[in-house]
């Protein structure tokens, strides 16, 4: 009796040495190319995660956001951090899905014009010039592009469009080359703020959004639900720390102030609406790439 139970004891040492067992996850960032860039940049954050999981992530570079969605189907990369526009795109290829939402303060787009320009309202855009940012940026293309939707212009029909820089748009508008611009409204302000030739009120919003659904730590769908826990639990528990990683280096300082909260993917519907009124109802490509 007393070896049967020496031996059940053993196994169920056993057994719980492999539940609690380190595991080793891959890494990604979708707008950080490079190994060097992802180590300076994220490389705090991943410190951070480690300590609270007791887990180990080792960063997998990719160059694209195609090559990040690639990973994931492979099940080469496990984790991936990831804006609102790839998300959607990627979940369609991978069926991934988003696990902590990073919470950005004052983060919302906008539609501005000149104050002397005669325009009030979106609707006196139809049949003029628009400045959007990066093709498929979230808050500089597709965030705007949706504002005008939601106060009846369509976005591909009605306007003029064009895409360039925050600086180049700016400027643009400044000369009356372009009737307006739409972009993310806190960096367009910070922009606006560097403005020494003109006086503030040169320049007015017409339209805002809503503040975007968060930036993203998404999980692939090859990882084991009760791993995936484990890791939202650990930063969840852990936020102060997590969010010290991510804000460490300046490249991240979009994200200073910042939360860390559970999301699902139903958070982002409003950006499959997006896709949809800028004239890709798939949402199964990344535009621009």
């Known amino acids: 009796m007393k070896l049967r139970s020496i031996i059940a004891g053993v ?37 951070a995660l480690e300590t609270a999981t007791g887990d180990t992530f080792e960063f997998f570079a990719v160059n694209s956001r195609t090559a990040a969605a690639e990973a994931l189907r492979g099940e080469t990369v496990d ?16 069926n991934a899905t988003p696990l902590i939402g990073l919470g950005r303060p004052d983060y919302h787009c906008a539609i501005v014009v000149r104050a002397d320009s005669g325009i009030n309202v979106p609707a006196d855009l139809k049949g003029k010039k628009v400045a959007f940012g990066d093709i498929g ?14 106060h009846g212009v369509d976005p591909v029909n009605d306007i003029e469009k064009t895409h360039t820089s925050r600086n180049i748009a700016h400027e643009a508008l400044k000369a009356g080359d372009v009737d307006a611009l739409g972009s993310n409204a806190g960096s367009w302000l910070n922009v606006r703020a560097k403005e020494t030739e003109l006086p503030y009120g040169f320049f007015k919003m017409i339209a805002r959004s809503g503040d975007l659904p968060n930036d993203m730590i998404m ?49 982002y519907d409003y950006v499959r609406s997006m896709y949809s009124n800028a004239g890709f109802p798939q949402f199964d490509n990344f535009i621009g790439d």
């Open 11 to 47: 196994a169920l040492a056993a057994v719980s040495a492999v539940a609690t067992q380190a595991e080793t996850w891959k890494l990604a960032v979708t707008d950080v190319e490079g190994m060097e860039r992802l180590q300076l940049e994220w490389g705090p954050f991943k410190d």
């Open 79 to 94: 984790f991936v951090v990831s804006g609102p526009a790839e998300y959607v795109v990627i979940h369609k290829l991978t």
């Open 137 to 150: 940026s979230t808050s500089n293309m597709l965030c705007p592009m949706q504002v005008l939707a939601d």
């Open 219 to 267: 999980v692939g769908s090859h990882v084991p639900t009760d791993a995936a826990e484990h890791v939202k639990n650990a930063i969840l528990e852990n936020k102060a720390a997590i969010i010290a990683g991510i804000t460490a280096h300046e490249e991240n300082d979009k994200y200073v102030g910042m939360d860390l909260v559970a999301i699902e993917d139903s958070a």
